[in-house]
């Protein structure tokens, strides 16, 4: 099993930026598929960002141009950096396996203040 902690989230004004990090206990991690997700109250969760064991991102339409992910395999380390941030990116953000996720972590709180 891999365990997956997240951090670095907390309370920014608009616009401002906050760089997540997601380690994993184990390297095996680095063959699969990452991806950041968010869970907003009342809301689904929904796959923000991810990126393959080969480095090719992909992102939701909206956080596209805002967000980037990147994977550091060596440290064993998945980061999402967020710049420009709005009000509606408040969630908790979770880092998890694509294809076939695990169970979810405790994530990390962000809060976008208006």
């Known amino acids: 099993q891999v365990q997956l902690v997240e951090s670095g989230g907390g309370l920014v004004q608009a616009g401002g930026s906050l760089r997540l990090s997601c380690s994993a206990s184990?390297?095996?991690?680095?063959?699969?598929?990452m991806g950041w997700y968010r869970q907003a109250p009342g809301k689904q969760r929904e796959l923000v960002a991810s990126i393959t064991s080969g480095y090719s991102t992909d992102y939701a339409d909206s956080v596209k141009g805002r967000f980037t992910i990147s994977r550091n395999n060596a440290n064993k380390t998945i980061s999402l950096q967020m710049n420009t941030l709005k009000p509606e990116d408040t969630a908790v953000y979770y880092c998890?396996?694509?294809?076939?996720?695990?169970?979810w972590g405790q994530g990390t709180q962000v809060t976008v203040s208006s």
């Open positions: 998890n396996f694509v294809r076939s996720p695990g169970s």
């Open positions: 184990r390297s095996i991690f680095s063959i699969f598929t």
